[in-house]
């Protein structure tokens, strides 16, 4: 008998909209597991920037990611056997991650990754580009966004909790640089996928939006 696939809810959308704490928020609730795809590409800028590979060099950093010792267990995440869940925070390393982002073989080394994380009981993916091009099958596929100014202000309050420096202003402005980037790639560019739900959460908690995501799925089943 063919099996049903597992369960995905693809949640997208631009860089410091929130996507990380609702997407966890979401999976906890329903007791899924939780991919966090920009961590695999922030984990690739981070190994290249210590590896001194240039940033415009696809084929290394293609097979950078694709020889990447990265697991993910217990809340941690690891480089071999180092805990790197801190450092791949550092925005100079979220700016490289980006930038790296528009390489298309950089991006199909890490399909197979992303695909493993799909295991029962159900999974939530967050990305830029779960609910287009890695789960286009996801069965609630939601677009979060939130005001420029919303977004720069949350991650300055990540980076100060996290114990990095941070200012407005040039977060302001690498938030606009990278919102261009992403969409203006031509490989996975991040967009809504059609049949995606869009939610603003400029006005809103993230628990609210883990609440109205959680209200789409019970209505779904
Ligand atoms: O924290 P932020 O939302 O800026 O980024 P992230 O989700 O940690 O991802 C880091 C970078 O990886 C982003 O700026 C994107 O350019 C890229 N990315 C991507 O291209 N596709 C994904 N599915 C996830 C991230």
Redesign the pocket.
Known sequence: MPQSPVTVIAI?G????G??TVAQGVAARLGFHYL???????LTALSALRKGVPLDREPELAALAREMDCSFSGGGIFLGQEEVGQAIRAEQV?NA??RI?ILPAL?EALVGLQLGFRRPPGLVA?????GTM?FPDAILKVFLTASAAARAERRYKQLIEKGFSANMDDLLKDLTE?DA??ASRTV?P?KAAPDARLLDTSHMTAEQAVEQILKWYGALE
């Open positions: 997208d631009p860089t410091a909209s996507k990380g966090d795809s920009g961590a695999l590409y922030r979220g991650a980006s982002a991006r967050d990305g830029r580009d779960m890695i990278r980037r992403d996975a991040l």
